[in-house]
């Protein structure tokens, strides 16, 4: 290691006592991490684009360094969907800090490899302080029974209004108006429970039916409207 003349010519000065790092929360415990397979922790980040293009929802399951599973949730850019499809591929079996370093596509999804690498080295995960951290197969259950992302999609004009377009629910297919044209619920398909039953041979228009459900006080509507026509 090569020093400065002037740092040479400087006395030795002995430090006070180091006290060691600060422990962190990691699934349960209060834990000193010295090293990137000490780090464990189930947790959850956004990244966004230079652009601001589109957006990442990554969660991440790491065990002793390694992460175990990752769920990819992106929106708002087509090609983002398919570097979705091979960061899913490329982050299980990496150290968090492998990834970190590992081109995942997409700028989103990279800055939020970068957050949750943050968020983990700093014990700020999910897990903190819970024992034994969760189970390998957590990342999947936050997409509930549907298997599918959380998405809401809604635009407003001041010309027209708001229209909904697709809730937690599903996708809006008419919205409940109210004799003033406020909107007072809305019925919606849920797409995931309608592909299973058209998987499993019931009919389209049968499979429909099954998956259609409302919300709010659609029965008291003056009035339904398609979102997408009026």
């Known amino acids: 290691m090569e020093v400065?003349?002037?740092?040479?010519?400087?006395?030795?000065?002995?430090?006070?006592?180091?006290?060691?790092?600060?422990?962190?929360?990691?699934?349960?415990?209060?834990?000193?991490?010295?090293?990137?397979?000490?780090v464990s922790g189930f947790s959850h980040s956004v990244g966004t684009c230079a652009m601001k293009q589109g957006?990442?929802?990554?969660?991440?399951?790491?065990?002793?360094?390694?992460?175990?599973?990752?769920?990819?949730e992106t929106i708002g850019c087509s090609g983002m969907t398919h570097s979705a499809s091979m960061a899913s591929e490329i982050l299980p079996g990496k150290t968090i800090l492998e990834a970190i370093n590992t081109d995942l596509v997409c700028d989103a999804i990279n800055v939020a490899m970068r957050e949750m690498f943050l968020n983990l080295c700093y014990g700020r995960s999910q897990s903190a302080f819970t024992r034994g951290g969760l189970a390998v197969g957590s990342g999947i259950e936050d997409l509930g029974a549907g298997t599918r992302s959380q998405v809401g999609t809604a635009y407003g004009s001041l010309a027209r209004g708001p229209r909904y377009l697709e809730l937690t629910e599903g996708y809006i297919q008419k919205l409940a108006l109210d004799e003033d044209s406020r909107i007072i619920g809305y019925q919606f398909v849920h797409i995931g429970k309608m592909m299973r039953l058209l998987a499993s041979g019931v009919s389209a228009q049968e499979a429909l039916e099954q998956a259609t459900g409302h919300y709010g006080r659609f029965d008291e509507a003056a009035k339904l409207i398609d979102p997408r026509e009026e």
Do not use: R, W, Y
């Open 55 to 72: 957006a990442c929802k990554l969660t991440l399951n790491v065990k002793n360094g390694i992460i175990q599973e990752a769920l990819v």
């Open 4 to 38: 400065t003349k002037e740092l040479e010519q400087m006395c030795s000065v002995h430090p006070c006592h180091a006290h060691g790092m600060s422990p962190i929360p990691q699934e349960g415990t209060f834990d000193e991490v010295l090293q990137i397979t000490q």
